[in-house]
């Protein structure tokens, strides 16, 4: 049975976070809207932000190719930098490696490797997150083991 929607009800088209962002070097705090995207498999950083706030951009040992939805490969390249950032959320601090790619059009995406690890609840009418289904080692060193993705 196909639901009915009211006039002026709006449709959730994506689920955002706003977290804290830390650069490992610096005692500073930036807040970031961020995209919960359980089509992507990662977690991805914008270039243009990692520059402009001054990140430490580490080069990884193999580039990985980034591929579409529709498994094409990625216009802009493969992944060849990753930053290293403490991220705050909802009382909660966690250091993590992101993948920096180019022609990001978020700031940041939490893919499926933190979602499937942090499990969040989250109210897909609203777009509410909530972090009720923490793990003993939250607010520890979590590093995504990176796949290959193309």
């Not at 790619?101 to 509410?128: F, S, Y």
Request: charged share 35%.
């Amino acid at each position: 049975m196909e639901k009915v929607r009211k006039a002026g009800e709006k449709t959730l088209r994506k689920v955002i976070v706003k977290i804290g962002l830390e650069r490992i070097d610096m005692q500073e705090v930036i807040m970031v809207e961020t995209l919960l995207d359980s089509g992507a498999t990662g977690l991805v950083m914008s270039l243009e932000f990692a520059r402009k706030h001054g990140f430490k951009l580490k080069k990884l040992e193999k580039p990985m190719n980034m591929r579409n939805v529709d498994r094409s490969l990625n216009k802009e390249g493969p992944i060849e930098h990753m930053v290293e950032v403490n991220i705050y959320d909802q009382g909660h601090w966690e250091r993590m490696e992101i993948d920096v790619t180019r022609g990001q059009k978020w700031t940041v995406i939490l893919g499926m490797l933190w979602l499937a690890h942090h499990n969040p609840e989250i109210d897909w009418r609203t777009g509410e997150v909530k972090m009720t289904r923490c793990l003993e080692e939250y607010g520890k060193q979590w590093r995504p083991v990176q796949r290959k993705l193309g």
